[in-house]
């Protein structure tokens, strides 16, 4: 499995809604201001490991930081007017949801989520319509090259992916660039099937933004179910803030897919570890593309995640 940790070893290295009336307000930029930010992708995990098991494959000490809860969460997320946020479950969990859907329990409205589930269950269609009541609007795939193109003859995934374009739920693909053209063979039998690439198919991670890898998710953008996160850009090209290195790939897909099928996201907690701030993240979008509309920018920081995952 292409876990958290292999993802960070390559790369080197809230406001509850509607509980206070804020003015939204607008930068210079026309961005969305105050309470009005969708994080589209962030891990919570709890140090309570009695009540919430880690996985066999990790242990305490794979826990870095050793807590992050919704509350260590909205200490970064808030100042930044992000109000609602997308959990991707935990690698340390596996495919106990339990944590993740009792914070989006405890925070109703705040929270949608996307699951882990075993795809070679018999009952996994089944499990995959419960959580969808449960808020959860996305599963999360982690895939290389390999097995991408082994989807086609597995039968416990083609089930996920035509019970999701049934459900209205999103495949969420955290992929490597070389991934992506069985990805893409993939979308051609499932054209109905809603799919969301994070962290930009991790294009950048070996420093280098490599016009080939990018070239191959720019040509994902002629299916219209396919989505991009520009997001983890703590851990892409220079990997040092304010990112603007990033501009340039960021740009090319506002004008492949239009920023109608971009989400930013943050992933914290990765975002603000080894000195690196939510804040620059956000700000990014914000303030350093400056090609982009007021309307462009808004669908980046709320309107494409609040359609996909808040419908």
């Given at each position: 499995?292409?876990?958290?940790r292999?993802?960070?070893?390559r790369?080197?290295?809230?406001v509850l809604?509607?509980?206070?009336?804020?003015?939204l307000?607008?930068t210079v930029s026309?961005?969305?201001?105050?309470?009005?930010?969708?994080?589209?992708?962030?891990?919570?995990w709890?140090?309570?490991?009695?009540?919430y098991p880690?996985?066999?494959d990790?242990?305490?000490?794979?826990?870095?930081?050793p807590s992050f809860?919704?509350?260590?969460?909205?200490?970064?997320c808030?100042p930044?007017?992000v109000?609602?946020?997308?959990l991707?479950?935990?690698?340390?969990?596996?495919y106990?949801n339990?944590y993740?859907?009792?914070?989006?329990?405890?925070?109703?409205g705040?929270?949608a989520?996307v699951?882990?589930?075993?795809?070679s269950?018999?009952?996994?269609?089944a499990k995959?319509?419960e959580?969808?009541?449960l808020?959860v609007l996305?599963?999360?795939?982690?895939?290389?090259k390999?097995?991408?193109?082994?989807?086609?003859?597995?039968?416990g995934?083609?089930s996920?992916?035509s019970?999701?374009?049934?459900t209205g739920?999103?495949?969420?693909?955290?992929?490597?660039?070389?991934?992506?053209?069985?990805v893409?063979?993939?979308?051609?039998?499932?054209p109905?099937?809603?799919?969301v690439?994070?962290h930009?198919?991790r294009?950048?991670?070996?420093?280098?933004?490599e016009?080939?890898d990018l070239?191959?998710?720019?040509?994902?953008?002629?299916f219209?179910?396919?989505y991009?996160k520009?997001?983890?850009?703590?851990?892409?090209g220079?990997?040092k803030?304010p990112?603007?290195?990033?501009?340039p790939?960021?740009?090319?897909?506002v004008?492949?897919?239009?920023?109608?099928?971009?989400?930013?996201?943050s992933d914290c907690p990765?975002q603000?570890q080894?000195?690196?701030?939510?804040?620059?993240?956000?700000?990014?979008?914000?303030n350093h593309?400056?090609?982009?509309?007021?309307?462009?920018r808004q669908?980046i920081?709320r309107?494409?995640?609040?359609?996909v995952?808040f419908?």
């Amino acid at each position: 499995m292409l876990d958290r940790r292999t993802f960070i070893n390559r790369s080197s290295g809230a406001v509850l809604a509607g509980a206070v009336a804020v003015s939204l307000g607008e930068t210079v930029s026309g961005a969305p201001q105050a309470s009005d930010c969708i994080d589209a992708h962030v891990h919570v995990w709890t140090p309570d490991t009695q009540q919430y098991p880690l996985s066999g494959d990790f242990k305490v000490k794979d826990m870095v930081p050793p807590s992050f809860t919704p509350e260590e969460l909205f200490a970064h997320c808030k100042p930044s007017g992000v109000s609602r946020i997308v959990l991707i479950q935990m690698s340390f969990y596996k495919y106990d949801n339990s944590y993740m859907l009792a914070v989006m329990k405890k925070y109703p409205g705040v929270f949608a989520g996307v699951a882990i589930v075993d795809e070679s269950q018999a009952d996994t269609p089944a499990k995959m319509k419960e959580l969808r009541a449960l808020g959860v609007l996305g599963f999360r795939l982690y895939t290389d090259k390999v097995k991408a193109e082994g989807w086609s003859g597995s039968a416990g995934m083609k089930s996920m992916w035509s019970t999701a374009a049934d459900t209205g739920q999103s495949m969420c693909l955290l992929a490597n660039p070389d991934a992506l053209p069985a990805v893409e063979a993939m979308i051609k039998q499932y054209p109905r099937t809603r799919v969301v690439i994070d962290h930009f198919a991790r294009i950048g991670v070996s420093g280098k933004v490599e016009t080939a890898d990018l070239d191959n998710l720019c040509r994902l953008a002629k299916f219209p179910n396919v989505y991009v996160k520009t997001s983890a850009f703590y851990a892409l090209g220079a990997k040092k803030a304010p990112y603007t290195d990033l501009v340039p790939m960021i740009m090319r897909l506002v004008k492949e897919y239009g920023a109608s099928r971009l989400m930013w996201a943050s992933d914290c907690p990765y975002q603000v570890q080894e000195g690196h701030t939510y804040a620059a993240s956000i700000d990014l979008v914000r303030n350093h593309l400056p090609e982009l509309s007021a309307a462009e920018r808004q669908a980046i920081l709320r309107d494409t995640a609040a359609k996909v995952f808040f419908a």
